[in-house]
């Protein structure tokens, strides 16, 4: 203990004692005075005439006193009824408390959890697919809207939305140059609408007001969002796309090939594209992991500092582990009791793939690939590179490739190829392949799938059918376009080992946990069709994929 503090205790200690004279003065004063009070009552009453009639006065004005305040009391008493739980109005839970969010004397939103009687059973989302359909009491919404970098005025945006009873579940800051951009995921109450709360938040000062609605996926905190997409790109090179759309919303994400020198080329405006990348508006350019450029395109809003920052390292992740793929396998078994393997393909697979094109017809190369014979073997490296795609191939128990079947990213859409080698034909390969494609795309949030085949190909339009998908039929000068619409799909149920399974999640959002495919049950063949090898676009194979 400091030497000032062991001075001052006894200067504490001993003022009481210094004053305690004046308060006993005091007190022999009162009671003097009471007891020259008293006396002179009781002499008054006892020797004069109207002692008695004095007494009963003096009784009845206490009763009509004591009976004047309670009745006061009551009416306008100031202590909180019998009844009363504590519990506060709405409006004041919304802006502190459990269940709320205060702000700080600094203008900073503080979250507390919200209680189990404040949520209820109510107050839970929908989580149907895309539809961000809410049911209860409340529903949530993504908000993002810029606000000035100012003292208070994330303070007075927070105080707009709390005026509206609308809770602040997270927030997430962009800062920029004069002002901040600010995610925000809320909980209102059911029946406020969008343009109310964006009236709400423009009047407090914010611009650039985008808001959708939301589900229970976006009550994931960042970090674990953050952490989980990066798993997801560790382990699989084919989830990269996937893992921006879903770090970064609704976009489309391209691959540009390399010229001949290696050099990533030049941008639009000219320049050759900087080690680090470039952020132009609506644009980001990377360099691509599997050389190139890879390019992530939105029409709005421009893409932040911040999330330039997170794409960037998402994509150098991917760099510096180089292409991969899951190893998983599965059985397939055949009507006539023989089996095949069947796994994702990748690079190493290259010279198998090319001898199976040299054991199939021209006639099948060139369904396939809609272009000469001899191009075939040079789309190989592009389609196995599981930058630029996700291949499934089949194999026989003595290590001998007898098909590939390719999935393609189209923007909205997804493309579907196979190729099934001639002496394989008609066994029911080419429609187990589609089926484990078109749950890799349902995976992936694609909402619709298609194949470009031509009208002949009997094997190909009955492995589509075998699906039990709605099909659109279409012809675009002599070849045949079948369409099939994964969002109809039941959802599969959840795994036990998978807590963060993609039942119902939403169209164009990926999902939370890395895909491991092949290790389902196979189911039986579709139609005991075969599939002669469904053709796909000569641009699927010039460098351009992952379109969403």
Same mark, same amino acid.
């Given at each position: 203990?400091?030497?000032?503090?062991?001075?001052?205790?006894?200067?504490?200690?001993?003022?009481?004692?210094?004053?305690?004279?004046?308060?006993?003065?005091?007190?022999?004063?009162?009671?003097?005075?009471?007891?020259?009070?008293?006396?002179?009552?009781?002499?008054?009453?006892?020797?004069?005439?109207?002692?008695?009639?004095?007494?009963?006065?003096?009784?009845?004005?206490?009763?009509?006193?004591?009976?004047?305040?309670?009745?006061?009391?009551?009416?306008?008493?100031?202590?909180?009824?019998?009844?009363?739980?504590?519990?506060?109005?709405?409006?004041?839970? =919304?802006? #502190? +408390? *459990? &269940?709320?969010?205060?702000? %700080?004397?600094? /203008?900073?939103?503080?979250? @507390?959890?919200? $209680?189990? =009687?404040? #949520? +209820? *059973? &109510?107050?839970?989302?929908? %989580?149907?697919? /895309?539809?961000?359909?809410? @049911?209860?009491? $409340?529903?949530?919404?993504?908000?993002?809207?810029?606000?000035?970098?100012?003292?208070?005025?994330?303070?007075?945006?927070?105080?707009?939305?709390?005026?509206?009873?609308?809770?602040?579940?997270?927030?997430?800051?962009?800062?920029?140059?004069?002002?901040?951009?600010?995610?925000?995921?809320?909980?209102?109450?059911?029946?406020?609408?969008?343009?109310?709360?964006?009236?709400?938040?423009?009047?407090?000062?914010?611009?650039?007001?985008?808001?959708?609605?939301?589900?229970?996926?976006?009550?994931?905190?960042?970090?674990?969002?953050?952490?989980?997409?990066?798993?997801?790109?560790?382990?699989?090179?084919?989830?990269?796309?996937?893992?921006?759309?879903?770090?970064?919303?609704?976009?489309?994400?391209?691959?540009?090939?390399?010229?001949?020198?290696?050099?990533?080329?030049?941008?639009?405006?000219?320049?050759?594209?900087?080690?680090?990348?470039?952020?132009?508006?609506?644009?980001?350019?990377?360099?691509?992991?599997?050389?190139?450029?890879?390019?992530?395109?939105?029409?709005?809003?421009?893409?932040?500092?911040?999330?330039?920052?997170?794409?960037?390292?998402?994509?150098?992740?991917?760099?510096?582990?180089?292409?991969?793929?899951?190893?998983?396998?599965?059985?397939?078994?055949?009507?006539?009791?023989?089996?095949?393997?069947?796994?994702?393909?990748?690079?190493?697979?290259?010279?198998?793939?090319?001898?199976?094109?040299?054991?199939?017809?021209?006639?099948?190369?060139?369904?396939?690939?809609?272009?000469?014979?001899?191009?075939?073997?040079?789309?190989?490296?592009?389609?196995?590179?599981?930058?630029?795609?996700?291949?499934?191939?089949?194999?026989?128990?003595?290590?001998?490739?007898?098909?590939?079947?390719?999935?393609?990213?189209?923007?909205?859409?997804?493309?579907?190829?196979?190729?099934?080698?001639?002496?394989?034909?008609?066994?029911?390969?080419?429609?187990?392949?589609?089926?484990?494609?078109?749950?890799?795309?349902?995976?992936?949030?694609?909402?619709?799938?298609?194949?470009?085949?031509?009208?002949?190909?009997?094997?190909?339009?009955?492995?589509?059918?075998?699906?039990?998908?709605?099909?659109?039929?279409?012809?675009?000068?002599?070849?045949?376009?079948?369409?099939?619409?994964?969002?109809?799909?039941?959802?599969?149920?959840?795994?036990?080992?998978?807590?963060?399974?993609?039942?119902?999640?939403?169209?164009?959002?990926?999902?939370?946990?890395?895909?491991?495919?092949?290790?389902?049950?196979?189911?039986?063949?579709?139609?005991?069709?075969?599939?002669?090898?469904?053709?796909?676009?000569?641009?699927?194979?010039?460098?351009?994929?992952?379109?969403?």
């Amino acid at each position: 203990m400091s030497r000032e503090m062991s001075d001052a205790l006894p200067a504490v200690q001993s003022a009481p004692v210094r004053h305690r004279w004046r308060r006993d003065v005091v007190e022999l004063a009162a009671l003097f005075t009471a007891v020259a009070a008293a006396d002179t009552v009781a002499h008054l009453i006892g020797h004069g005439p109207d002692g008695p009639g004095l007494l009963l006065v003096s009784a009845a004005v206490l009763l009509a006193t004591a009976g004047f305040h309670v009745w006061w009391a009551r009416r306008h008493g100031h202590a909180p009824p019998a009844a009363d739980t504590g519990a506060r109005p709405p409006a004041a839970r =919304e802006r #502190s +408390g *459990p &269940g709320g969010d205060s702000v %700080n004397p600094g /203008g900073s939103p503080v979250r @507390s959890t919200p $209680t189990p =009687e404040e #949520s +209820g *059973p &109510g107050s839970s989302t929908g %989580n149907g697919p /895309g539809a961000g359909a809410q @049911s209860g009491a $409340t529903a949530l919404w993504r908000m993002r809207a810029t606000v000035q970098d100012a003292p208070g005025s994330l303070a007075a945006l927070c105080a707009a939305l709390a005026h509206r009873e609308v809770d602040i579940l997270s927030l997430q800051t962009h800062p920029l140059t004069r002002s901040t951009v600010d995610e925000f995921l809320l909980r209102a109450p059911r029946g406020t609408t969008a343009a109310e709360v964006a009236a709400a938040v423009a009047g407090a000062g914010g611009t650039d007001i985008r808001i959708e609605r939301a589900d229970l996926h976006d009550l994931v905190d960042a970090p674990t969002r953050v952490l989980s997409l990066a798993t997801r790109t560790a382990l699989d090179a084919g989830e990269l796309p996937s893992a921006l759309r879903a770090l970064l919303g609704r976009c489309t994400v391209r691959t540009r090939s390399a010229p001949a020198d290696g050099n990533p080329g030049p941008v639009d405006g000219g320049t050759a594209l900087p080690v680090e990348g470039a952020l132009e508006g609506t644009v980001i350019r990377l360099p691509a992991p599997g050389g190139g450029t890879l390019v992530v395109e939105r029409p709005y809003p421009p893409f932040t500092p911040t999330e330039f920052a997170r794409a960037r390292a998402l994509v150098e992740l991917d760099t510096r582990l180089g292409p991969r793929v899951p190893r998983g396998q599965d059985v397939l078994p055949l009507p006539h009791g023989e089996a095949l393997t069947v796994r994702r393909a990748d690079l190493s697979d290259v010279d198998a793939a090319t001898a199976m094109h040299g054991r199939c017809s021209s006639g099948t190369l060139r369904t396939r690939y809609h272009g000469p014979v001899q191009d075939a073997d040079r789309y190989l490296h592009h389609l196995l590179n599981p930058h630029f795609g996700r291949t499934l191939v089949a194999r026989t128990a003595a290590g001998r490739t007898v098909a590939l079947g390719h999935l393609l990213w189209d923007g909205d859409e997804t493309e579907v190829a196979l190729l099934v080698e001639d002496e394989w034909q008609c066994r029911g390969i080419g429609g187990e392949l589609l089926r484990r494609l078109a749950d890799m795309a349902a995976d992936a949030g694609c909402a619709r799938l298609y194949a470009l085949t031509q009208p002949s190909n009997t094997g190909m339009i009955a492995a589509m059918r075998g699906l039990g998908l709605p099909l659109e039929h279409q012809r675009d000068e002599g070849a045949l376009i079948i369409t099939a619409r994964l969002d109809t799909r039941p959802a599969a149920p959840a795994s036990p080992a998978d807590p963060t399974s993609r039942q119902g999640s939403r169209p164009g959002t990926a999902p939370l946990s890395p895909a491991v495919h092949g290790t389902a049950p196979l189911g039986p063949a579709a139609h005991g069709a075969a599939s002669h090898g469904a053709a796909s676009h000569g641009a699927a194979s010039h460098g351009a994929a992952y379109v969403s």
